[in-house]
């Protein structure tokens, strides 16, 4: 990445103040969460997230667009020219144009989004961001990062830097210890949550948060208990950058406004959303882990309002058993499909077969529509879960905002 970048330019030493996010549940919420409070304070800001869910461009907001395709292309082609045929990964290389585009348009902030871990990820070339992150950390990617949380942890706090606060969410004991030795040995200011911050949520559901100030908020705009943690990490980082004021009313905005497509999205039109019956609700959640299960599982035992059928689909890295024990308590039955064009993904029968052993009656289908129409049931909530991936080509075929 360092060979590429300098045969580019380093035009990672030309951004503006960049803010690093890890962790394994949580980065692309707490991004949102940031853009949409920096933007309310009239910032322009970069943005690097993955994956995207239906088209590429999504992964690069400069100065708060979209790119543009034919940029983007272009980019890329400059990227490839430079790289001289050399072994590089897609993320490398994708990194690095949007490098490129953030150090040719001016803006206020880079957001910046680890992909994999953190320690030897591409994004990791920064040598001074202005803020680190590190949301919760929990069993994912085993294969890349260690089959324990503080093995993965100490991957996720490879991004702190010397003398750059660290913004650090709810974490396992394990993985707190991990972090905060990672942080002490990096001369690290650590802001952590219940210690140096919290982010409470009242019982009229508005947000309290108390670290260098106080605020009290509107709920977040993303639906879930879990993302008021989300948030409360957002403003822990936005006290941390360097010259700015926060307004309360400028935050409460961002954060009641902010849009983040495939967690917990209903989908109230289009062609999936037109098969469900009268009184029938049809939501999209990108979670993908144990961790991400238990955050769904909180949500689903405040849905007792209506009968529970769960759409899912997962790739073969991930544990599908462990995934939807959290959830089977609160459904009724699980519709199994695979990810269409991947090929990493669990076939619909190995995924019904994980369902079963989690607790529940499943049944496999030969496509995402096949398996929304057996969902679907007068009254009925139906939940599609179990990848990002499955998400974008959900967002795909229903062809319509939510």
């Known amino acids: 990445m360092l060979r590429l970048l300098d045969a580019l330019g380093n035009p990672q030493q030309k951004l503006p103040p960049v803010i690093h996010v890890a962790g394994t549940n949580g980065k692309g919420s707490t991004v949102a969460f940031l853009r949409a409070c920096l933007e309310a304070h ?9 994956p995207h869910l239906v088209r590429f461009a999504e992964r690069i907001r400069v100065a708060g667009r979209l790119i543009e395709e034919d940029a983007l292309v272009t980019l890329l082609a400059e990227c490839e020219e430079a790289n001289r045929g050399t072994p590089i ?3 490398e290389i994708t990194t690095a144009a949007a490098f490129l585009a953030f150090a040719r348009e001016p803006a206020d902030v880079v957001l910046l989004e680890v992909g994999l871990g953190g320690r030897f990820d591409a994004t990791n070339v920064i040598d ?3 803020v680190t992150a590190v949301t919760p950390v929990s069993l994912d990617h085993q294969h890349f990062l260690g089959d324990t949380v503080a093995k993965i942890a100490f991957e996720k706090a490879g991004i702190f ?4 606060p660290a913004v650090v969410s709810h974490q396992t004991v ?3 210890a991990v972090i905060a030795a990672r942080a002490h040995e990096m001369g690290a200011p650590l802001h952590r949550q ?3 911050w919290t982010a409470e949520r009242r019982a009229d559901g508005r947000f309290h948060y108390r670290g260098k100030q106080g605020f009290n908020l509107p709920a977040p705009g993303l639906l879930g208990p879990h993302q008021y943690d989300n948030a409360g990490t957002a403003v822990a980082v936005l006290e941390c950058i360097p010259g700015l004021t926060l307004r309360p009313d400028l935050v409460a905005n961002g954060l009641r406004c902010v849009e983040w497509p495939a967690r917990l999205q209903p989908l109230r039109a289009g062609p999936l959303a037109r098969l469900m019956p009268n009184g029938a609700e049809l939501w999209l959640d ?5 961790a ?3 955050a769904l599982g909180e949500v689903a035992k405040t849905w007792r309002d209506k009968k529970l059928v769960v759409v899912f689909g997962m790739l073969k890295s991930h544990d599908a058993e462990a995934f939807l024990k959290p959830i089977v308590p609160y459904a009724s039955r699980i519709e199994t499909v695979s990810i269409p064009g991947e090929e990493n993904t669990r076939s619909a029968e190995d995924s019904a077969i994980a369902a079963r052993a989690a607790g529940l009656a499943a049944t496999p289908h030969p496509s995402i529509a096949a398996a929304v129409t057996a969902a679907a049931e007068p009254g009925a909530r139906v939940l599609i879960c179990g990848s990002l991936y499955l998400a974008g080509r959900v967002l795909a075929e229903n062809g319509a905002p939510s």
Do not use: C, L, W
């Not at 990108?286 to 144990?290: E, L, M, V």
């Open 292 to 294: 991400g299960g238990e």
């Open 42 to 50: 009239s910032m322009k800001v970069h943005a690097y997230t993955s």
């Open 174 to 176: 394990e993985g707190a």
């Open 161 to 164: 830097k010397r003398g750059v």
């Open 286 to 290: 990108g979670a993908h882990n144990q």
């Open 128 to 130: 001074r961001p202005a």
């Open 194 to 196: 219940d210690i140096e």
């Open 89 to 91: 990964t897609f993320f």
